[in-house]
């Protein structure tokens, strides 16, 4: 059975940092692209962030850029998100996501990960 577990979420003051994991079981998710997204109250599903399978290419969405950074340790079957100088309407449920191994390269869109994690929340208070 294919899980993602997502942990490293809280409470953060505004400016302050977190870092989120994604351990993956059931198989490997070393040659696949994995991608992080969140979804805030009231709110869409929205791409945050997404890493190749060999980790060497990235790309995030322009409300993060310069502030988080995706990486993964394909040894440990994990991808993170470090996440700096957080700000209030970074506050959401964040989810990794995973591509089915030979469905194609990272993607920005939901709807190509074929696993999703089970969310951690992310609060950050002004």
């Known amino acids: 059975q294919v899980q993602l577990v997502e942990t490293g979420g809280g409470l953060v003051q505004a400016g302050g940092s977190l870092r989120l994991s994604c351990a993956a079981s059931?198989?490997?998710?070393?040659?696949?692209?994995m991608g992080w997204f969140r979804q805030a109250p009231g709110k869409e599903r929205e791409f945050v962030a997404t890493?190749?399978?060999?980790?060497?290419?990235?790309y995030y969405a322009d409300s993060v850029k310069g502030r988080f950074t995706i990486s993964r340790d394909k040894a440990k079957n994990t991808a993170y998100l470090q996440m700096n100088s957080l700000k209030p309407e970074d506050t959401a449920v964040y989810y990794c996501?995973?591509?089915?191994?030979?469905?194609?390269?990272?993607?920005?869109?939901?709807?190509?990960?074929?696993?999703w994690g089970q969310g951690t929340q992310v609060t950050v208070s002004s």
């Open positions: 059931g198989r490997t998710f070393s040659n696949t692209a």
């Open positions: 890493i190749s399978w060999s980790g060497s290419s990235t």
């Open positions: 996501a995973a591509r089915r191994y030979g469905s194609g390269g990272f993607t920005i869109h939901g709807y190509e990960y074929h696993y």
